[in-house]
């Protein structure tokens, strides 16, 4: 029977698990309560939250004035002093790690320093992010590619701030290419520990293990980084959502799994696959 | 006969020509004028120079005081003031983009920054430079190679400055790395231009050429370095001082050669190498 090996810090981190928290509390004290968007990046978890009165909705246009949480991800200023004037009573479990680089973006703003905010351009976090950009009536872009480096060009004064889940090694490249051809560059590191010790996890596991297995939502960028890390340096590397998607064939003739989930990825769902491996 | 291509920005950059402009000049309206070290890492042209009248010394202990030159590298405020202090007449001709380092240094230690200098730790301008860490009071290391990053982890505000000859792969790789494990990192980039343009002109020139001459001195930094990239590129690169050390075959049976030469190589140095593979 093959061994399973699980990754050091997988699963939830500190602000997921801090925003559930604060759903569930308050769908106790509420009849209706309603998620600015999925709280997490985690479908089945989403669902099992749901069930326990927690409706998820894409857009406060859809619903009457009412008990709504902003999940930990966080929404832009503008966005939050709108619902609060249409009479909407927030529940904010925006992350704190999330809410740090809020207050970055706004210093090095004061400072003069055109920002470039290293992350997925659709993310809610940065989306959430570039409202503080507006708020400061500075200038800035998010460098989601190497490609997107050319509109940094010739800027005297950059500072940089990452999405709290980037990848450590894409964070490295960006700041070192620009403050190849700035002159003064100012880093604020915002890169969460949480996302750090699971991206070492997997480049410590996936090299000494015959197959990886990556649990977490499709729709989730801190897991696909964690697949995209894993496959690079083992081809047999596999993202799943649930233990369903586990497939005999990938577990043939191996003496040895490695398992690690995204920062949305709930206990519960770690357990069933890692049960179902045992099953196969 | 093989094709000869000159690297662009090859030999003399902005500092070293003024900086023997200046010994020149001095040498011209003085009797005896002694330069602090040579006054360039060529010893061609130092000697070139040291028979119209300019004699280099290692150390003002060995002289009575008199008219000095300061070379383009710098030299420490505190030994500064001694020479003043002993009476010395002092030709500065330390090179402005030496000067912005240590105005940058400074800036930083204002500011609270532990200093990192990305340079050689004997470098007599890295030596010059960390005097002004000294005189503004505050911490910092050299980092000649990734080893030395030990001495910057647990630092909460780290600010990085670079040698003006630096290698700008490995800036960008020391930045990054710094940015990945510190909270804030200021960065002021004082990789000079001359650099930066003869170490793109050898990355441009290396892989499309049959051989790769680099003239300058042995003990010129940004020369070794500009042979180093060039090596990393085509492994048949020579590093050479004068143009007895070519050897006839290094180029038997190739159809180009490219040449460049360091910030220090002078002119006449670049085209006797030229005239002697022609013949050859």
Chains 1, 2 share one sequence.
């Not at 009849?31 to 909705?57: D, F, M, W």
């Not at 090694?169 to 070192?176: D, N, S």
């Amino acid at each position: 029977m093959a061994k399973i090996l699980v990754a050091k810090s997988a699963g939830f981190c500190f602000g997921v698990r801090r925003a559930i928290n604060i759903a569930e509390k308050a769908v106790k004290s509420s009849q209706v309560v309603y998620s600015l968007g999925p709280i997490i990046h985690n479908p089945q978890e989403v669902k099992r939250l749901e069930s326990a009165g927690l409706k998820p909705i894409e857009n406060e246009f859809e619903i009457n004035p009412s008990k709504i949480v902003i999940r930990s991800h966080g929404i832009s200023p503008q966005r939050e002093a709108y619902l609060k004037n249409q009479g909407f009573e927030i529940v904010d479990a925006t992350c704190p790690y999330v809410k740090a680089v809020h207050d970055a973006v706004q210093e090095l703003c004061e400072d003069g320093y055109f920002i470039v905010l290293i992350g997925e351009k659709n993310h809610p976090e940065v989306l959430g992010t570039l409202g503080y950009l507006e708020l400061s009536d500075c200038k800035g872009v998010v460098v989601e590619s190497k490609e997107d480096l050319k509109q940094v060009l010739g800027k005297e004064k950059v500072g940089i701030v990452s999405q709290t889940t980037q990848s450590e090694q894409f964070f490295k490249e960006i700041v070192g290419e620009i403050a190849l051809w700035t002159r003064e560059v100012k880093v604020i590191n915002t890169i969460c520990n949480a996302t750090s010790e699971r991206q070492e996890g997997v480049i410590e596991l996936a090299p000494k293990v015959d197959v990886m297995v990556i649990i977490g939502g499709k729709n989730s960028g801190n897991t696909r980084r964690l697949f995209e890390i894993s496959k690079s340096l083992n081809p047999n590397s596999f993202h799943i959502e649930t233990e369903e998607e586990l497939k005999k064939e990938w577990f043939e003739n191996i003496s040895s799994i490695g398992i690690t989930a995204g920062a949305s990825t709930p206990d519960w769902l770690i357990e069933r696959v890692i049960a179902r491996l045992r099953e196969l």
